[in-house]
């Protein structure tokens, strides 16, 4: 199983920007989804962006044209630019690796965004 371990995360004022990193322990053989979820308080835990080995991109609709997710296949990390943020951005973000043909389906510990003035 791979470990995956997410950084980056803070407090950040509305309309600022974080960048979260997400380091996997190996390679990861295609194909993969690599995704960015998050989970508020008393939420259930929501898909914010996935991208594929493929290089195909997924946002949800809230994060359309405000977060970014890529990835570096030669580092095993995957990205996810967030800028404009709002104060409903505020969640525990996790990293995921879904792997269909293994069955792996990992997860990062999480990292906290705060975004409060």
């Known amino acids: 199983q791979v470990q995956l371990v997410e950084s980056g995360g803070g407090l950040v004022q509305p309309g600022g920007s974080l960048r979260l990193s997400c380091a996997a322990s190996?390679?990861?053989?295609?194909?993969?989804?690599m995704g960015w979820y998050r989970q508020a308080p008393g939420t259930q835990r929501e898909l914010v962006a996935a991208?594929?080995?493929?290089?195909?991109?997924n946002y949800a609709d809230s994060v359309k044209g405000r977060f970014t997710i890529s990835r570096d296949n030669a580092k095993n990390m995957v990205y996810l630019q967030m800028n404009s943020l709002k104060p409903e951005d505020t969640a525990v973000y996790y990293c995921?690796?879904?792997?269909?043909?293994?069955?792996?389906?990992?997860w990062g510990q999480g990292t906290l965004v705060t975004v409060s003035s």
């Open positions: 995921n690796i879904k792997q269909t043909w293994s069955g792996m389906d990992a």
């Open positions: 190996r390679r990861i053989l295609s194909p993969y989804v």
């Open positions: 991208v594929t080995s493929g290089g195909s991109t």
